[in-house]
């Protein structure tokens, strides 16, 4: 019998999008597409900093998906 055996997968990073009225129209729609396993977050009041990524208890704002993936790195 032959075992696959899989590396342990780390913590996949909490990713949430605002897509609220001002984000959703300055750019969290498409983070939402470029940002695998994302999830969608409702307005954080941030609305003047769009698009506004919530990652692991920090707001990114006027974030971009390169930004949010060097954030994940650190
Ligand atoms: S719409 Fe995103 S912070 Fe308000």
């Given at each position: 019998m032959n075992l696959l055996v899989l590396?342990?997968?780390?913590?996949?990073?909490?990713?949430?999008v605002c897509l609220g009225?001002?984000?959703g129209d300055y750019g969290g729609r498409a983070l939402m597409q470029a940002?695998?396993?994302?999830?969608?977050?409702?307005?954080r009041s941030l609305c003047a900093h769009a698009p506004v990524v919530?990652?692991?208890?920090?707001?990114?704002?006027?974030?971009t998906a390169?930004?949010?993936v060097e954030e994940m790195r650190r």
């Open positions: 590396p342990a997968m780390e913590k996949q990073p909490y990713i949430g009225p001002r984000c940002l695998r396993d994302s999830e969608a977050v409702n307005c919530a990652l692991e208890g920090r707001c990114l704002l006027r974030a390169q930004e949010v």
